[in-house]
T-cell receptor
Framework: LAKTTQPISMDSYEGQEVNITCSHNNIATNDYITWYQQFPSQGPRFIIQGYKTKVTNEVASLFIPADRKSSTLSLPRVSLSDTAVYYCLVGLYNFNKFYFGSGTKLNVKP | EAGVAQSPRYKIIEKRQSVAFWCNPISGHATLYWYQQILGQGPKLLIQFQNNGVVDDSQLPKDRFSAERLKGVDSTLKIQPAKLEDSAVYLC????????????FGSGTRLTVV
């Protein structure tokens, strides 16, 4: 299973764009990259998933370089409500087994 | 679509007592997971069910933890006897085979062992 490395914490201000990078040097050919968001006292919530290049949805963008050894979650114009822990996971698409690291705690300030 | 339901929401027990958690997954989701999340850490997979069969329980402390998923729907996770280090949030998640982008989690049960 590919291990992921993320910054422990990040600070930002409202209205800024936030980029959280995840390293996954031993990602396998069939692995997908998935990001989850977790608020206190709640279970993690799916944000976005991708395999290569760029994926965008209404919440975030995911950038994956050609070698796929890292990925960057981009949150446009964050608000206080985006304060949460963000997890990067790598795993097989259909096997549905993902292992969580410690995540990145994002603190958005007014 | 109703979410993943878990109960109780909170539980406080003394060490060496037993406790059980209940999970009702999203209707039609064949795969069910139990995770343990200790404060400040990411969720740790304890057990994965596919319908009513166990797919992976390699990280389940089988001397004290047990889980079952009768009829392939609801699931219960039991701890007997509990230790102080079992204090954590126990999360249940479910997914369908074609839901490649992962799981839907419940809100969890916060267990405090004193």
């Amino acid at each position: 299973l590919a291990k992921t490395t993320q910054p422990i914490s990040m600070d930002s201000y409202e209205g800024q764009e936030v980029n959280i990078t995840c390293s996954h040097n031993n990602i396998a050919t069939n692995d997908y990259i998935t990001w989850y968001q977790q608020f206190p006292s709640q279970g993690p919530r799916f944000i976005i998933q991708g395999y290569k290049t760029k994926v965008t949805n209404e919440v975030a963008s995911l950038f994956i370089p050609a070698d796929r050894k890292s990925s960057t979650l981009s949150l446009p114009r964050v608000s206080l409500s985006d304060t949460a822990v963000y997890y990067c996971l790598v795993g097989l698409y259909n096997f549905n087994k993902f292992y969580f690291g410690s995540g990145t705690k994002l603190n958005v300030k007014p | 679509e109703a979410g993943v339901a878990q109960s109780p929401r909170y539980k406080i027990i003394e060490k060496r007592q037993s406790v059980a958690f209940w999970c009702n997954p999203i209707s039609g989701h064949a795969t069910l997971y139990w995770y343990q999340q200790i404060l400040g850490q990411g969720p740790k997979l304890l057990i994965q069910f596919q319908n009513n069969g166990v797919v992976d329980d390699s990280q389940l402390p089988k001397d004290r933890f047990s889980a079952e998923r009768l009829k392939g729907v609801d699931s219960t996770l039991k701890i007997q006897p509990a230790k102080l280090e079992d204090s954590a949030v126990y999360l249940c998640a479910s997914s369908s085979l074609d839901q490649g982008y992962g799981y839907t989690f419940g809100s969890g049960t916060r267990l405090t062992v004193v």
